[in-house]
Nanobody, 127 residues
């Protein structure tokens, strides 16, 4: 398992952009499926983006498709989430997660299969 630390959250206006980063503590990262989840106020946790260890398989939730881009730099043990065209309902705590075992299918399965989670970084989008 790895320890994960997110950064890059903040406050932006509607239409703005942010880049989140999540850095892992060791090289288990390079064999881990990395995901981004978020949980907004009064909402359930939502899986939004996922990238396979080699970066060749990427999935997005419909809510972010076309606006958010996930990528990874295995040399730096870091996964990124570039968020564009942000809207108020993107306001949430954003978490990265790592799984050594699973990298497909339903988001709740991905969440349960993720053995490492970061502490979260807050994104607030104002209208």
């Amino acid at each position: 398992a790895v320890q994960l630390v997110e950064s890059g959250g903040g406050s932006v206006q509607t239409g703005g952009s942010l880049r989140l980063s999540c850095t892992a503590s060791n090289h288990d990262f390079i064999v881990s499926c990395m995901s981004w989840f978020r949980q907004g106020p009064g909402r359930e946790r939502e899986g939004i983006a996922r990238i396979s260890p080699l970066g060749d398989v990427i999935d997005y939730a419909d809510s972010v498709k076309g606006r958010f881009t996930i990528s990874r730099d295995n040399a730096k043990n870091t996964v990124f989430l570039d968020m564009n065209k942000l809207m108020p309902n993107d306001t949430a705590m954003y978490y990265c997660a790592a799984s050594l075992l699973w990298c497909s299918g339903e988001w709740d399965v991905q969440a349960k299969a993720s053995e490492s989670w970061g502490q979260g970084t807050q994104v607030t989008v104002s209208s």
